[in-house]
């Protein structure tokens, strides 16, 4: 028998109390931001880096308005000093590589850890309000079954969710988060979060009758890159009695960051 967790998706946050940006300026921001993307896009195999001769031909500006654009996105990290690939699009390509092997080596260890624990493996990464489900392995020989579908973004208070925002590094990103818990609500979670800053280990507290979920962070190239986690009944996975299989949760994240990290 199959019980799918239901996909509960977290509210949005409260809106800022920000001035509202004049629609003119509006236009004009997005219309610079647009046309950056276009400049950054002419950068491939065959053109490792661009002058204003170049981006003033291919899109139509003349070459005032593209050295203006060179030096802005010079000035900002995306292009170096000679106009090739700078160092903020180094950072956000080792980061998109990181992940991609995150998913890559996943799924074979999952399956295993799966296999062996008799539980629902999950991998997520940290979404704009909470862990966003991505990666999902179901045991093979099981009678009951609990499951939660890709692309589930998870709520404040599931394992993985605190496991990815307890070892972030943006402040921000907790605060969004928590956005819509009350003032007693955001300090129970940072009191969690606390703890499994200290302990490695995230249980969720969903008040589900039935349910549990317990979360490890994958840990590569000195950053938490993802959450693991096992999800299953209650009487399988209960913190009191659950030392085995949290052992084989803890080693397949172990074992993936250390393929990450090479």
Same mark, same amino acid.
């Given at each position: 028998?199959?019980?799918?967790? /239901?996909?509960?998706?977290?509210?949005?946050?409260?809106?800022?109390?920000?001035?509202?940006?004049?629609?003119?300026?509006?236009?004009?921001?997005?219309?610079?931001?647009?046309?950056?993307?276009?400049?950054?896009?002419?950068?491939?195999?065959?053109?490792?880096? @661009?002058?204003?001769?170049?981006?003033?031909?291919?899109?139509?500006?003349n070459r005032t308005t593209a050295?203006?654009?060179?030096?802005? !996105?010079? /000035?900002?990290?995306?292009?170096?000093?000679?106009?090739?690939?700078?160092?903020? +699009?180094?950072?956000?390509?080792?980061?998109?590589?990181?992940?991609?092997?995150?998913?890559?080596l996943a799924p074979a260890l999952?399956?295993? +850890?799966?296999?062996?624990?008799?539980? %629902?493996?999950?991998?997520?990464? !940290?979404? /704009?309000?909470?862990?966003?489900?991505?990666?999902?392995?179901?045991?093979?020989?099981?009678?009951?079954?609990?499951?939660?579908?890709?692309? %589930?973004?998870?709520?404040?208070?599931?394992?993985?969710?605190?496991? @990815?925002?307890?070892?972030?590094?943006?402040? /921000?990103?907790?605060?969004?988060?928590?956005?819509?818990?009350?003032?007693?609500?955001?300090?129970?979670?940072?009191?969690?979060?606390?703890?499994?800053?200290?302990?490695? +280990?995230?249980?969720?507290?969903?008040?589900?009758?039935? @349910?549990?979920?317990?979360?490890?962070?994958?840990?590569?190239?000195?950053?938490?890159?993802?959450?693991?986690?096992?999800?299953?009944?209650?009487?399988?996975?209960?913190?009191?009695?659950?030392?085995?299989?949290?052992?084989?949760?803890?080693?397949?994240?172990?074992?993936?960051?250390?393929?990450?990290?090479?």
């Amino acid at each position: 028998m199959a019980v799918a967790v /239901r996909d509960e998706r977290a509210p949005a946050g409260r809106p800022g109390n920000r001035a509202p940006v004049p629609a003119e300026s509006e236009r004009t921001l997005i219309q610079a931001i647009d046309r950056a993307a276009n400049v950054l896009a002419l950068l491939d195999q065959d053109t490792p880096r @661009l002058t204003a001769p170049l981006v003033a031909e291919r899109l139509g500006l003349n070459r005032t308005t593209a050295h203006r654009y060179l030096q802005s !996105l010079q /000035r900002a990290g995306f292009l170096s000093a000679t106009s090739g690939p700078g160092p903020l +699009l180094d950072q956000l390509s080792a980061l998109v590589s990181v992940r991609q092997q995150v998913i890559t080596l996943a799924p074979a260890l999952m399956r295993q +850890l799966a296999d062996s624990t008799g539980l %629902t493996a999950v991998l997520s990464f !940290l979404g /704009r309000t909470g862990a966003v489900v991505t990666l999902v392995e179901e045991p093979q020989q099981t009678t009951i079954l609990l499951t939660v579908r890709v692309g %589930t973004v998870l709520e404040v208070k599931a394992a993985q969710t605190r496991v @990815l925002l307890a070892f972030q590094s943006d402040p /921000r990103a907790v605060a969004r988060a928590h956005a819509t818990l009350t003032d007693a609500q955001a300090a129970v979670e940072r009191t969690a979060l606390h703890d499994v800053r200290r302990q490695r +280990l995230a249980w969720a507290d969903l008040d589900r009758v039935g @349910l549990a979920s317990v979360a490890v962070p994958v840990l590569a190239t000195y950053d938490v890159q993802a959450a693991m986690a096992l999800i299953g009944t209650s009487t399988m996975l209960h913190p009191a009695g659950a030392t085995e299989r949290v052992h084989a949760l803890q080693e397949a994240a172990h074992t993936l960051g250390s393929l990450v990290a090479g």
